[in-house]
């Protein structure tokens, strides 16, 4: 067998480390849970409850994360306009914030005293402790992944395809619908899972706007620091493992993606 | 009919200027120019895919200058055939046909593949079908919802040269059979020349001679249409002495070209600075010099030979560099290699003076 180079040897050792960090955190949380206990957790009403809250929210975040955002990586993917570069470059601020100022910077907006608070208060809407407020810090948070996403998968679309469907009688909606969209569903379904998958792991920002009801990473955190860890880690390991079933299947279809557009 | 009316467009950097064209009912019309002429830009333009910064459309008798793509009517061709990747081949030829009723969709798919031998591809995914079939589905697809005007894109450019002989009489036949008003647009002028009713040659962004085929080649009216449709003998000079009378009985030529010690008995009309052309298969190369007034002979030497088959290339220093291009069994008739010296005449009318 061929020996291998220095470059290999090396970048592997100091690779490795990265892998062993990532690894050796969660693989001992889910070994140190005792099944028993996971039973008990999951027999919990409130954890159930927590789980299903924190799951329905992220559905809804990407459904409206999706509704908007799809149109918006559209427009950024296909045309140039004024201040192009600065909404692409706050589609990314999310990320970077810290989320408890993401928290505080929606309170400052959807407070009942602030403006988008009263607006909405019109409909029955409030945000503060509610369920809605849990959706709209899990959008702030998680829109710049299926935005970013779909708008990679517009732009991979040669726009010719669009043009020879105008030429067929197809207007510019109906060659969204009829090409666009079918050609870049797997970015934005990988997006979309992505968002969602981001939006379940949220905490920092809905800590701040709603800390009741209780989404699971709150709930987490309230038995941490109420009871201590050995309360905390069934309920922990129960959310890490149904995230990392989501992230598996947005490995398996992006993987898939890959490939099939040539035509 | 199309007609173009002082069509200007721009994309990015560049832009058409000022183009007018006008395209018969039923004709095919060639688009001709190198790459980066604006021949793709303005077929686009045609199509409704980029709004003309100024100027007129027509299709027909109607303004079409303000129409979206998908009411012009128009069957549009890309030289990459762009198929639809997620649809089937069926679903690619009836997708213009999405406002008709299912069966007669079914019905007029039947018709086009029937029409260009696609029966036996209908259901399989577009992905790994050969250059051909590609050309064949995506032309299949332009011509389902009956449009207009079909404008082709560089149609032949991505088939390798065996196939693209084979679809270009297969297009030919299909323009016979179906007369539909077609522009094709290439930078082979070869292509040009065995498809074209009239042509058209651009260059930067601009129209520079429109018309027959025959008389755009024999007549180019630029030193750029000289090279760019392969006249290969270009000098710039003077015609310094007009003789006068009539060309043909009699006198076969009227004029002297000169450029600097070469000297030319050509046709013209008039003194001044010009150019000449003469094209290569023009040029009779020999060994003794060919006598008679009607000839341009002139003493060289063979600098260069290129064989391929079936014609050889000469470069013959003679005062200038002249090219001749023989049939291989005239140059092995000759018997000549480099080096040698001979003699090339050409008809005062064989140059064209402009």
Redesign the interface.
């Known amino acids: 067998m061929k020996k291998p180079s220095g470059l290999t040897v090396i970048f592997s050792l100091l690779g490795a480390c990265v892998v062993v960090f990532l690894l050796a955190p969660i693989l001992k949380m889910i070994l140190s849970a005792q099944p028993g206990s996971l039973a008990e957790a999951l027999a919990d009403v409130e954890v159930r409850r927590a789980i299903l809250l924190t799951f329905g929210c992220a559905t809804w975040a990407a459904v409206l994360g999706a509704l908007t955002g799809v149109p918006l990586a559209y427009l950024l993917a296909r045309r140039t306009f004024p201040g192009k570069h600065f909404i692409e470059a706050l589609v990314d601020v999310p990320v970077v914030i810290p989320h408890p100022v993401a928290g505080i910077a929606l309170l400052l907006v959807f407070g009942r005293q602030f403006f988008g608070g009263r607006f909405f208060d019109h409909f029955g809407l409030s945000f503060i402790g509610t369920v809605p407020g849990i959706v709209v810090a899990m959008l702030f948070v998680s829109t710049s992944f299926l935005v970013n996403a779909s708008r990679d998968g517009f732009a991979q679309v040669d726009p010719r395809l669009e043009n020879v469907a105008r030429t067929l009688g197809y207007g510019p909606l109906a060659t969204f619908f009829s090409v666009s969209l079918p050609l870049s569903w797997r970015n934005v379904l990988s997006g979309g899972i992505m968002m969602w998958a981001r939006a379940i792991s949220e905490f920092g920002a809905i800590v701040i706007i709603t800390y009741n009801p209780k989404v699971a990473s709150v709930l987490i955190y309230d038995r941490f620091t109420t009871y201590g860890l050995t309360y905390a880690l069934p309920l922990a390991v129960i959310l890490i493992l149904l995230t990392l079933s989501v992230f598996a299947l947005l490995r398996s279809i992006s993987y898939r993606a890959s490939g099939v557009r040539a035509s | 009919m199309i007609r173009l009316l002082n069509v200007a467009s721009s994309a990015g950097a560049f832009a058409l200027r000022s183009i007018n064209l006008e395209v018969p009912s039923g004709d095919y019309f060639v688009l001709l120019g190198p790459t980066g002429s604006g021949k793709t830009l303005l077929l686009?333009t045609i199509?409704?895919?980029r709004t003309p910064t100024s100027g007129e459309i027509w299709i027909h008798d109607q303004n079409v200058t303000e129409l979206?793509?998908?009411?012009?009517?128009?069957?549009?061709m890309?030289q990459d055939?762009?198929?639809?990747?997620?649809l089937t081949v069926r679903r690619n030829i009836a997708?213009?046909l999405?406002?008709q009723a299912a069966n007669e969709a079914d019905e007029r798919v039947k018709q086009v593949s029937r029409l260009l031998k696609l029966d036996g591809l209908l259901d399989r995914r577009?992905?790994g079908l050969s250059g051909g079939e590609k050309q064949r589905i995506a032309l299949a697809?332009?011509l389902a919802?009956q449009?207009r005007v079909l404008l082709l894109d560089e149609p032949l450019a991505a088939l390798d040269p065996q196939t693209r002989q084979q679809v270009r009489r297969e297009l030919l036949a299909l323009h016979n059979e179906l007369k539909m008003t077609t522009i094709h647009v290439t930078h082979d002028f070869e292509e040009a020349l065995v498809l074209a009713d009239h042509l058209a040659v651009m260059n930067a962004g601009e129209v520079v001679q429109a018309g027959e085929p025959d008389v755009v080649f024999r007549r180019p009216a630029s030193p750029f249409l000289a090279r760019f449709l392969g006249v290969e003998n270009v000098f710039r000079g003077r015609i310094v002495r007009c003789i006068g009378g009539e060309v043909g009985d009699g006198t076969s030529f009227n004029a002297i070209f000169e450029s600097g010690p070469l000297k030319l008995s050509v046709v013209a009309e008039c003194e001044g600075s010009a150019r000449v052309a003469i094209r290569p298969e023009e040029i009779t190369v020999s060994k003794e010099p060919l006598h008679s007034s009607a000839l341009n002979n002139l003493a060289g030497i063979v600098k260069n030979i290129e064989k391929s088959s079936p014609l050889v290339r000469l470069t013959i220093e003679a005062i200038q560099p002249f090219i001749a291009v023989l049939t291989v069994q005239s140059f092995e008739a000759l018997d000549i290699a480099a080096g040698a010296k001979v003699w090339i005449s050409f008809k005062a009318t064989a140059i064209h003076v402009f």
């Open positions: 686009e199509a409704g895919l979206a793509p998908e009411h012009r009517r128009v069957g549009f890309y055939y762009l198929l639809f990747p997620h997708f213009g999405h406002r577009v992905a697809r332009a919802p449009p």
